[in-house]
């Protein structure tokens, strides 16, 4: 048995996971209100005791520690370098965690862990080559080449959501224009709609003097399914850039399967039947076998599982 946890922004989850990828027993701490990483890390510790409790209890044996981290992991020195939304920047996380329960442990990327969960016991269990892509509030994504994650020499690589793929009219929180993130996650969705009716574009879903204020990345998807005129736009031009960024991920690296995963993706065939037709016509090699497209499975679960079984694909 291996223990994954998934750290958020609000709350640390942990699970007890079976060599098949089967959660057999999960565990949450609330994190809201704590300040500094000291706190956290108690509270993380608190999270893992409770987890070992319950598998002595059981009779089970934990083999390794697995943790997925929403932002830059050394995998080497089990550091956290940066999570900006937890105000994190060279942590000892991963190291703090094997000296005092000793077992090997693990850290890797949220996005990184998600894809290695579909590919333990989702939409990609059984191909050796994939790429998942989460698309949320920004866009994230997990290579898998032979079965086995790359993340480059310096284990930086994989940021598929700040691939430039176009102009935009916003700026990235990176710095850069043009980040495919701010084209097809759900905050670049709800910019793009706004501003259509800041334009003046016809739409029904909102009429006062806020404008889109309010209106989610589903209610878009809603109106546009519905024919709503600005949603419409808004989704059709998503649909455009993710293809394009799709199209260079396949032309790179000629996965078996792109997995998507996020809120974006619970459109479901609705997208992915746009996203596919905007990315067959960029491929270089339109001949032979054909890199599948499918909507990632696991949801809510993919982080315990994912980092749980990260000891696997390292």
């Given at each position: ?309 990260l000891a696997n694909y390292k």
């Amino acid at each position: 048995m291996r223990i994954g946890i998934d750290v958020g922004g609000m709350s640390f989850k942990g699970g007890i996971v079976n060599p098949e990828g089967e959660i057999l027993y999960t565990h949450v701490e609330s994190t809201a209100g704590l300040e500094g990483y000291a706190a956290m890390e108690e509270k993380l510790f608190i999270l893992v005791d409770q987890l070992l409790a319950k598998a002595k209890a059981q009779a089970w044996t934990i083999e390794s520690i697995g943790v997925g981290v929403p932002g830059l992991a050394d995998v080497e020195s089990n550091m956290v370098v940066y999570c900006t939304n937890l105000g994190w920047n060279n942590v000892p996380l991963g190291a703090h965690l094997k000296a005092r329960y000793g077992l090997p442990t693990f850290m890797d990327n949220d996005a990184t862990v998600a894809g290695i969960a579909e590919s333990a016991k989702g939409c990609t269990k059984g191909v050796a080559n994939s790429v998942f892509i989460t698309l949320g509030t920004g866009v994230g994504g997990g290579i898998i080449v032979n079965g086995k994650v790359t993340s480059g020499a310096h284990n930086k690589g994989s940021e598929i959501g700040h691939m430039i793929v176009g102009d935009n009219f916003y700026t990235c929180n990176c710095g850069n224009n043009g980040c495919l993130e701010t084209f097809a996650s759900a905050t670049a969705l709800m910019k793009d709609f706004q501003r259509r009716i800041e334009a003046g574009e016809a739409t029904a879903l909102c009429v006062d003097a806020n404008g889109a204020k309010g209106v989610t990345a589903k209610d878009i998807f809603d109106g546009a399914k519905a024919g709503d005129p600005a949603a419409e736009m808004s989704v059709t031009r998503l649909a455009k850039y993710l293809g394009i960024g799709l199209a260079n991920v396949v032309n790179m690296l000629d996965p078996e399967v792109i997995a998507l995963g996020g809120g974006v993706s619970k459109a479901g065939d609705f997208l992915l039947n746009q996203v596919e037709a905007e990315m067959r016509k960029r491929l270089v090699f339109k001949e032979g076998d054909q890199t599948r497209l499918e909507i990632a499975q696991l949801s809510n679960d993919a982080g315990i599982i994912g980092a749980a079984m990260l000891a696997n694909y390292k």
